[in-house]
DNA sequence: TTGTTTGGTTGATCTGAATCAAGGAATGTT
DNA sequence: AACATTCCTTGATTCAGATCAACCAAACAA
């Protein structure tokens, strides 16, 4: 890799706050990479060879029993880190769902350098905090919440996470934008079925609170009771 | 607090590997606390002012809807960390399911010990990405698994939890234990009703899987087949 | 243009778990 | 011992979402 003071995450990924000292090292050790859609990067329970900084994409975490059932326990943006450090395997698959680019490091590489740069280890501690807390969000949504509430929630939670650009003024929750995730991959995120999903969507668009232009586009047109179906209000 | 050296989770807490003088300052910010069995330690949605080792007993980690649908999102225990550190406020409540003691601190004096002493904070990083992988999987288990498969991996979770003593040595996953949990806990950490609990818990006892001596615990009679109905092999 | 494929919708039916409803068995109280 | 109370089990019924089955529409290929 070149330049990481160029990242275009620089500011958002857990190298933020490096020292440029710090960061010209962490430089030699990743390497760029392009992914394609549908290419899977890490495979659940292969030796945890990789982490990653998502530079540009989406990606989705998943796990699987074996009889095939799936299910997603993560979706990665720009800027989110990937990969299980400190572990000798992992326990998810990570899949690119767009064309993505990355910032690949050897595990272990990326685990010494870690050890010996604490600013690193607390952005990473940091992030797994803000990501266990949404695991817990979507254990909630997954044990307790009914179809309409879960699809709601999910609408909602893209909107955010799209909208995130690490620029603090327009951290704008979008109202329309682009899904990421086809209608068997939403049915895999909210342990629905893919017939439940489209059901439901078409239920909120013929209820006015959203509008569906195409397949993988969401218009939100009323915020404010998507927000409380979501909360069950 | 006195004397951390003589701590009964010392070397399985996040403490393990200060050294003398750092667990010495440690020990005089922390204050031992017993809690009854039904006390809660940290509400959902307050601000986040406490964090804890627990030095013994059990306590479930929950969220909850504003309708008071409730879902267990963590159990933890003898030796386990809780509350969120570096968040103004707690995303989830922590209730004593057993009489507990805890060894407590507060929570902004907890977060700045930590970011001066990057050994802790890889301990505290190892753990909070075990409870990850820990929250994944049973993400899967809410989003995917029939209610026999749920029941089947609670008990061998709890079979498996209970026996960790941290002695390497005996790390023997238990064939007969006490359920901290009642039926209802049961069901809010598994997505189910007391009644489904019950009866698959019936179920497994009628096909001779396990026995139930008493309404609290459990006697795993056949590991493997308990492990098939897990596996949904 | 006409197939073909892929992804999505909608309808009919089924089913696993929820809900509703009684009891029963421990445990605690007077 | 008699009575509550709490917790658990079991049965009957219902229902949300799964499954089964067509069909439709966009994207692509020939």
């Not at 068997?184 to 439940?196: F, P, R």
């Not at 586009?217 to 209000?233: E, K, N």
Request: aromatic letters at 4%; one cysteine or more.
């Amino acid at each position: 890799m070149k330049d990481c003071t160029q990242c275009i995450v620089r500011n958002r990924a857990i190298c933020a706050g490096l020292e440029p000292d710090e960061l010209e090292v962490l430089g030699q050790l990743g390497r760029r990479q392009r992914v394609a859609k549908g290419q899977t990067v890490v495979w659940e329970g292969d030796d945890s060879v990789v982490v990653a900084n998502v530079i540009e994409g989406v990606l989705k975490v998943s796990m699987s029993i074996s009889d095939g059932r799936e299910q997603i326990v993560g979706i990665v943006f720009s800027s989110d880190f990937i990969g299980r450090p400190f572990g000798q395997q992992s326990p998810y698959s990570v899949t690119a769902l767009t064309d993505a680019e990355l910032c690949i490091f050897s595990r272990s590489t990326f685990d010494s350098f870690a050890r010996q740069h604490p600013e690193l280890e607390h952005k990473l501690l940091r992030r797994t905090l803000n990501e266990l807390d949404r695991a817990h969000e979507w254990m909630l949504l997954l044990g307790k919440k009914t179809a309409t509430e879960r699809i709601a929630t999910l609408l909602l939670e893209m909107s955010a996470r799209l909208g995130e650009t690490g620029c603090s003024a327009d951290d704008s929750t979008l109202d329309a934008f682009q899904l990421p995730l086809d209608r068997q991959q939403m049915g895999d995120v909210l342990g629905l079925t893919i017939e439940t999903v489209s059901r439901q969507l078409s239920k909120l668009k013929a209820d006015g609170v959203i509008n569906l232009p195409d397949r993988r586009t969401v218009a939100i047109q009323d915020r404010d009771r998507l927000q409380d179906i979501a909360a069950a209000a």
